[in-house]
Nanobody, 121 residues
Framework: QVQLVESGGGLVQPGGSLRLSCAAS????????MRWYRQAPGKERDLVAGISSRGITDYADSVKGRFTISRDSALKTVNLAMNSLKPEDTGVYYC???????????????WGKGTLVTVSS
């Protein structure tokens, strides 16, 4: 069974930094794009950053220049370095991965359970 587990969330003051990590485990044959989403209180889940299997990255306009997504394909991890954090960055951050399981042929989407980031003084 494939699992995605996020870590690294917490409380940070405005202007501070955090680093989120997501580790994939289970019977994984191939991993494709990996993404971070954010769900602020009372709002929909929005895409924050994504990285393809070739390392091509994409960011929401609101985090460009402040957040950096990276991955280690061998370790099946994706990270999100967050700098210059703002109160509006507060939310639950979810890891998402597109992958093919061993013994399967189709690409499926998997989600982690999320990690809470609170930016407040």
């Amino acid at each position: 069974q494939v699992q995605l587990v996020e870590s690294g969330g917490g409380l940070v003051q405005p202007g501070g930094s955090l680093r989120l990590s997501c580790a994939a485990s289970g019977s994984i044959l191939t991993m494709y794009a990996m993404r971070w989403y954010r769900q602020a209180p009372g709002k929909e889940r929005d895409l924050v950053a994504g990285i393809s299997s070739r390392g091509i990255t994409d960011y929401a306009d609101s985090v460009k220049g402040r957040f950096t997504i990276s991955r280690d394909s061998a370790l099946k991890t994706v990270n999100l370095a967050m700098n210059s954090l703002k109160p509006e960055d507060t939310g639950v951050y979810y890891c998402n991965a597109e992958l093919v399981e061993r013994g399967e042929f189709s690409v499926k989407n998997f989600w982690g359970k999320g990690t809470l980031v609170t930016v407040s003084s």
